[in-house]
């Protein structure tokens, strides 16, 4: 791609359309936007622009279009994928001044936001209100509603309720030419026509930039239950995921951790709240929620009863706040804890549900052939396993030679279960070398045709999903 560097005449330009103090270009604010949670990449921006609403973005696009200059939008930097990075350097607009909730719809369930509000701040705000916007990703109280919508993130309660592009009801969007357009209506139902609002959900910031965001909402739910599950088999922990989800109950939750992940993860919080016994080799995490307690505990008998057929060790029933949010919290922290510990890689693997106990018994075949350590846990109960491969004692040549060839072979194995290589976390630059695997040469170059249509000049968030 020849792309135009940024040049005096372009930083003049810019502090002339959103002001001096928001176009920055200091090494140490550029590095920061260089990297995001994924492994070790760096990609250094030439400048970073801090619109403030958009009729800004609109004259940045339309000269940044003009003049050839590669344009990443970054939400919070909680990316794991690589999808925020600029590859090609060019210009970072940082969406972060963008982060009103513009308008709360009590009386239709649902809310208007820029994209730079802050997942759990807006979930807490709708809340307030009786009301609930459920996916809630690992990073919730840091990431970004944008990055959300962009990457179409999903969460624990993603088996109960979606993701997050179940709740999208229609964006306001900034093309390359700095057009501004409305994708869809805030409607529930709309057959009008072809769907842009979910063609623009999961386009990683590639063919437009949001710039504001209709949710719908839900009723707020009363109460919950949690459950720490404990297993002295790994591959018997995931077959009772679909033993539970078969006898009618479907939990708010289900979360699947190896015994390393949450041990590693106590050792990171140095926390000590849950006993591990040396014969316990992974835990399920299931939460119930609804309206009526006594429902939540006859559900929670019901559940407990199922896994009476599985080898399981004492259950332990987190009966105040207190106890759920440290449960909750060691979950949430596992990736950063795995990070801690080594150089790592994290695959975004999902298949359908019942063939989960198949793609660990391969994760771990696999690291038996190719020689790394895995360390998983994630989203059991839409079939989301959270595959951490890390480096320890495996040598440079293997992990930057033999890895890549484990990683194609398991993504073979995840697609011929009927699962795909991502199922939150976006393709962005880590996984577009194998996203051959994933679709057929028609149904790449139908996807490079749409990205040309939107972007004929290909400077949205260039050298991502596509090699």
Request: proline letters at 4%.
């Amino acid at each position: 791609m020849n792309f135009n560097k940024v040049g005096i005449d372009d930083v003049s330009f810019f502090k002339s359309v959103i002001g001096g103090k928001y176009v920055l270009d200091d090494k140490e604010l550029l590095t920061i936007a260089a990297s995001d949670q994924t492994e070790d990449l760096v990609h250094m921006p030439e400048l970073v622009l801090q619109p403030a609403d958009t009729d800004e973005v609109s004259k940045v696009l339309a000269y940044c279009n003009k003049r050839l200059l590669p344009v990443t939008t970054r939400g919070a930097g909680t990316g794991l994928s690589g999808g925020a990075l600029p590859a090609f350097g060019g210009v970072v607009l940082d969406m972060r001044r963008m982060n009103s909730i513009v308008n709360l719809d009590t009386d239709n369930f649902q809310v208007t936001v820029e994209p730079g509000i802050i997942t759990q701040e807006l979930q807490e705000h709708v809340q307030a209100h009786g009301l609930f916007y459920p996916p809630d990703p690992a990073s919730k109280g840091s990431c970004f509603i944008g990055g959300n919508v962009a990457e179409s993130s999903g969460g624990p309660k993603a088996v109960k309720y979606g993701v997050v592009k179940d709740y999208v009801l229609n964006l306001e969007v900034v093309l390359p030419t700095g057009d501004v357009m409305w994708t869809g209506a805030n409607v529930l139902k709309n057959a009008t026509g072809y769907n842009l609002t979910q063609l623009i959900v999961g386009s990683e910031g590639t063919l437009a930039v949001i710039t504001k965001i209709v949710l719908r909402l839900i009723p707020a739910v009363q109460h919950d239950l949690l459950l720490l599950v404990p297993f002295r088999s790994a591959t018997e922990a995931c077959s009772a995921v679909n033993a539970v989800m078969l006898s009618g109950i479907t939990p708010s939750a289900l979360e699947f951790m190896e015994r390393d992940a949450l041990d590693w993860a106590m050792r990171y919080t140095e926390s000590s709240a849950v006993t591990l016994p040396d014969d316990i080799q992974a835990h399920l995490l299931i939460e119930l929620d609804g309206n009526y307690p006594e429902t939540l505990y006859k559900e929670a008998e019901q559940v407990t009863a199922v896994l009476q057929g599985f080898d399981t060790g004492d259950i332990l029933f987190a009966d105040s706040h207190e106890q759920k949010q440290m449960l909750w919290a060691l979950r949430r922290k596992v990736g950063e804890a795995v990070k801690s510990n080594s150089v790592y890689k994290e695959e975004d693997t999902v298949v359908p549900r019942a063939a989960l106990p198949e793609l660990l018994s391969v994760v771990k075949r696999l690291g038996q052939k190719y020689g790394f350590r895995s360390v998983c846990y994630g989203h059991a109960g839409d079939g989301n396993l959270h595959i951490n491969i890390v480096k320890g004692d495996m040598n440079d040549d293997d992990w930057n030679n033999k890895l890549p060839v484990a990683i194609r072979e398991l993504f073979k194995e995840t697609v011929r279960m009927g699962g795909t290589i991502s199922g939150e976390h976006g393709i962005g630059l880590v996984q577009k070398q194998y996203i051959d695997i994933a679709f057929g040469k028609t149904q790449l170059e139908l996807m490079k045709a749409i990205k040309t249509t939107f972007d004929p000049n290909g400077i949205l968030n260039p050298g991502k999903i596509f090699t």
